[in-house]
């Protein structure tokens, strides 16, 4: 909560200090290098054998000196002293070229240094395996991915800092000038998805915008370009937007007005390709409608046995079923009937393919829930039209009945549902998973004293911060109110914990605006996994239970569950 | 003296370049141009300016003693603070490389959380 007293927040895990992502970072790098180890040692091996039957190749005698070389310098950096000390050795007892006895080289001190270092090697890529989700984890975490690079452009050295931290926080990686010219110079080296910039400069009370302006003109593609102005005046405003400006913000700045611009126009997590299941049972004839679906961009799946339809659409989110109507076992028309009957398969559009002369039928399969009906033969660009116009108003619907209007996020009833789906992929897979509940802490108290649009900013502010830092295909919901939960797939309890406790610490850190003055906010979290846990009502409990846990033991902490 | 910000880093295994550009960039906060040899590192520096040179010495086409050694020839980076990273440590070899004019010789391993205030100091050793 406000200024809360820092004794509170104190758990005794790692994670506390900022410093740790690039400490995450760089146990992610050594278990990245370690993987690679054996490899590495390979190599050197076969450079081993290639250079005793050639002692007198300088080419091939350089190259073992370099590969011993790296190998002693980076495995030592990495702090793998063993695996360092061997190939040092072995480095070491290389004579120096030309060898003055040409020829001979020290065998057998060579030998048994290489074949430790082999059997050293071995145990230590062994030891590391199972940390992919964590690398993973961690690059989301720390490495921004291209696209996310901000320039930020104004003359007042403190505000550029501050505003600086505040957009790290949400993830972005941001870049600072103070002067129009470092600004220029530096867009010649790197393109950023977006520039913000100031409007007044020394030089002239409109320098930003003629700079954006002037560079635009000698572009193809205008910058992405957000302004940030002590001006409030029309004629500033009306410039911005000749200047292609597509966001005009005053100062004092609201820190998450900016991020929600910057969301939008980079285009953080991008769209999903169009998901299309085709129920044929004709091979033939699926196989070429999925070629001309996949031409336009979309991913298809086809079943050639319709009964087998269900166990499909448990693996596969698809956002529209093409179907044949005459099939043997069970018609079109029975199997939409069927799905009309599955909550869960209530809302996906349905559109026919047959021929099908008789309107009665036509009709009959409208009546039924089906969306549209096309008649063989039909023309590629009318199929692919009939498919896109439906699944776009179908992902509408669907983000507007799943969808928390506040912060984009799911709610809870397709929460719920996404975790069954992946508890039983996680299940079948045998992969772990987890789940956190989390839940701002004093949140009451937030609406009370800076008032609710205060308290509004804050949950945005969460989901954009969860937006940007974790991996797309992360689940992230708003549970309701304050409550907000993330179903981390393929990911052990131990690997959440990290997490979700930078996320913790990064929250912590975000200043909210009001007009009471600025604040800031924590969250507590409870996690629960999968294999502990063995079905959805336990890993809810569990992690309920590992929250309530956290609130009782003073808020701002992540408890994962003991189950 | 002027703030250190921009290096330029040549080191041709990217196993240490990912390292050197965590502990440099995400802990230093300084602006890293990395090159994998020292002919690229070469054929970089006028485009990218840079206050530092770091230089792994061994790598292949051109390795950092002589690149060091051609950069020198530029008029503009005849003082430039040259920094070499070695795996060896023999006395004799740091001498070497001291005597050619490099500032400091940083020996791997190095500790990638304390490797940008390493630097720090021999920038400001180079100023003071």
Redesign the interface.
């Known amino acids: 909560m406000t200024n809360s007293d820092d004794s509170n927040n104190r758990t005794d895990s790692p994670g506390k200090d900022p410093?740790d992502?690039?400490?995450m970072?760089?146990s992610a790098?050594k278990q990245n290098?370690v993987r690679?180890i054996s490899a590495k040692v390979e190599v050197i091996n076969q450079t081993w054998e290639a250079l005793k039957l050639m002692p007198d190749d300088e080419v091939t005698y350089q190259l073992f000196h370099?590969e011993a070389?790296?190998l002693?310098?980076?495995a030592?950096?990495?702090?793998l002293?063993t695996i360092?000390g061997y190939a040092?050795n072995i480095?070491l007892a290389l004579p120096e070229w030309p060898p003055e006895d040409s020829g001979v080289l020290p065998l057998r001190q060579i030998e048994s240094q290489l074949q430790q270092l082999t059997e050293v090697a071995g145990r230590e890529a062994s030891a590391t395996q199972q940390t992919k989700t964590m690398l993973e984890h961690s690059q989301a975490l720390?490495h921004v991915g291209d696209g996310k690079l901000v320039y930020l452009v104004d003359d007042d050295a403190d505000f550029v800092s501050g505003l600086r931290i505040q957009l790290q926080a949400f993830g972005y990686e941001v870049d600072s000038f103070t002067e129009l010219a470092d600004f220029e110079a530096a867009l010649q080296l790197k393109e950023p998805a977006a520039v913000v910039m100031d409007v007044m400069f020394k030089s002239s009370p409109a320098a930003g915008i003629e700079h954006i302006s002037r560079l635009n003109a000698a572009r193809k593609h205008p910058l992405t370009t957000v302004f940030i102005s002590v001006r409030e005046d029309m004629l500033s405003r009306l410039s911005a937007v000749r200047a292609n400006g597509l966001g005009y913000f005053t100062k004092p700045l609201r820190v998450e007005h900016l991020v929600d611009a910057l969301e939008r126009l980079t285009h953080q997590r991008d769209e999903a390709p169009f998901s299309i299941v085709i129920v044929d049972d004709s091979k033939d004839q699926s196989a070429f409608t999925a070629g001309i679906l996949q031409q336009a961009g979309m991913q298809t799946q086809e079943v050639n046995t319709p009964l087998e339809l269900l166990n499909v659409l448990a693996e596969i989110p698809a956002d529209l079923i093409l179907m044949d109507l005459y099939m043997p076992d069970c018609s079109g028309l029975e199997l939409s009937k069927v799905l009309r009957q599955i909550d869960a398969y209530v809302n996906i559009p349905i559109v026919f393919l047959s021929v099908e002369l008789d309107l009665g039928k036509k009709l009959s399969a409208l009546s039924l829930g089906a969306d549209d009906f096309l008649s063989k033969p039909v023309e590629p660009w009318h199929l692919v039209s009939a498919v896109s116009s439906r699944v776009l108003r179908g992902r509408m619907i669907r983000k507007q009945s799943e969808t928390d209007g506040l912060t984009g996020l799911i709610n809870h009833s397709k929460c719920k549902q996404r975790l069954e789906i992946e508890l039983a992929r996680a299940q079948r897979q045998q992969t772990p998973l987890s789940f956190a509940m989390l839940d701002i802490d004093h949140f009451k108290h937030v609406n009370d004293r800076y008032g609710h649009p205060a308290g509004d900013r804050v949950l945005k502010s969460l989901a954009n911060l969860f937006k940007q830092r974790l991996r797309t295909y992360d689940i992230i919901g708003r549970y309701g109110g304050e409550e907000f939960v993330v179903i981390f797939v393929n990911t052990d309890a131990a690997s959440a914990w990290i997490i979700m406790d930078q996320l913790r610490i990064l929250f912590s850190g975000i200043e909210h605006y009001s007009e009471e003055g600025n604040f800031c906010c924590s969250f507590s979290c409870g996690i629960a996994s999968l294999p502990q846990c063995k079905d959805i009502a336990t890993l809810c409990d569990e992690a309920d239970k590992a929250l309530y846990q956290a609130k009782k033991e003073g808020r701002n902490r992540i408890v994962s569950s003991t189950c | 003296m002027n703030t250190l910000k921009r290096i330029l880093y040549a080191e041709d295994d990217p196993d240490i370049q990912q390292v050197t550009e965590l502990a440099l960039e995400a802990v230093g906060g300084f602006t890293l141009k990395t090159c994998s040899t020292g002919l690229e590192a070469v054929a970089e520096i006028e485009a990218f300016a840079p206050q530092l040179l770091l230089f792994d010495v061994m790598m292949p086409d051109m390795d950092g003693p002589s690149a060091l050694k051609r950069i020198r020839e530029i008029a503009a980076y005849r003082s430039i603070p040259a920094v070499f990273m070695t795996a060896k440590v023999q006395q004799e070899e740091i001498r070497q490389y001291l005597q050619m004019g490099a500032a400091d010789v940083i020996v791997k391993p190095f500790d990638p959380m304390t490797l940008a205030s390493q630097i720090q100091e021999i920038w400001e050793r180079c100023h003071s």
């Open positions: 410093k992502a690039n400490q970072t760089l790098l290098y690679t370099r070389h790296m002693a310098g980076t030592a950096t990495y702090g002293l360092a040092q480095e720390s």
